[in-house]
């Protein structure tokens, strides 16, 4: 954040793993979430550092604030949330109109998860109760016409070798181009665009780069 002196905003502030450092390092972050159980694990996180951000339970779609933002960062892949492309652009420019003339807009995209990830992939955290807590994520369905994927996200409460409780999650991500990517951001209002490969500032992306990083300006 490099050059930043004003205010941020964090759309899909999630646990605030992103928010957290920032706010830590000086900037003055805000953040929304569409998860309100999400929104009070990073307000208790937030809290055990001494660390009072504005947080709200608003979604891409329909989020507002009464101000202007310096920059506006969605990081890990969160934008691909939104599947549908029309509803992706609309975001966009709703980002634009928040954003102070000049303002930037920092997002990553993970390209290789269309034909990464095929695998069930299996996640585990042991609880200060001594519970085990397990994820599981399996590929279902991937539309290339939609670009978009469907994964089954499964949560398990294990309590002395027993499962005590399961929920299912339904977990859709949109792919996106590269190209197709710096198109929409045009048409959406932005200019001066700079897509970079794994976090090496200005390199162009590589094929088995992991994660594409955009930085573009509102274009006032």
């Not at 504005?54 to 934008?79: C, M």
């Not at 029309?86 to 003339?101: C, E, G, I, K, N």
């Amino acid at each position: 954040m490099e050059g930043c002196s004003g205010p941020i905003l964090e759309p899909a502030v999630g646990n605030g793993r992103a928010l957290i450092p920032l706010l830590e390092a000086g900037f003055d972050v805000s953040g929304f979430d569409a998860s309100q159980d999400m929104l009070d694990y990073c307000q208790a996180q937030c809290a055990e550092r001494g660390l009072a951000p504005t947080l709200s339970r608003q979604t891409f779609e329909t989020f507002s604030y009464g101000q202007r933002f310096d920059a506006i960062v969605v990081p890990a892949g969160s934008l691909q949330l939104i599947a549908d492309h029309a509803s992706a652009s609309a975001v966009l420019r709703r980002f634009r109109d928040h954003l102070t003339p000049g303002g930037r807009l920092i997002f990553d995209l993970y390209p290789s998860d269309m034909v990464e990830n095929l695998q069930p992939n299996i996640r585990s955290w042991q609880t200060e109760a001594g519970d085990l807590l397990t994820l599981t994520s399996q590929r279902v369905k991937t539309d290339i016409i939609a670009q978009t994927t469907v994964s089954h996200l499964r949560y398990d409460l294990w309590q002395a070798g027993r499962l005590a409780l399961s929920e299912l999650e339904f977990f859709t991500m949109r792919w996106w181009g590269i190209q197709e990517m710096m198109l929409t951001l045009q048409a959406a209002g932005f200019a001066d665009i700079v897509v970079s490969g794994d976090y090496a500032f200005g390199r162009a992306p590589r094929d088995g780069d992991h994660v594409v990083t955009f930085e573009c300006c509102q274009a006032g």
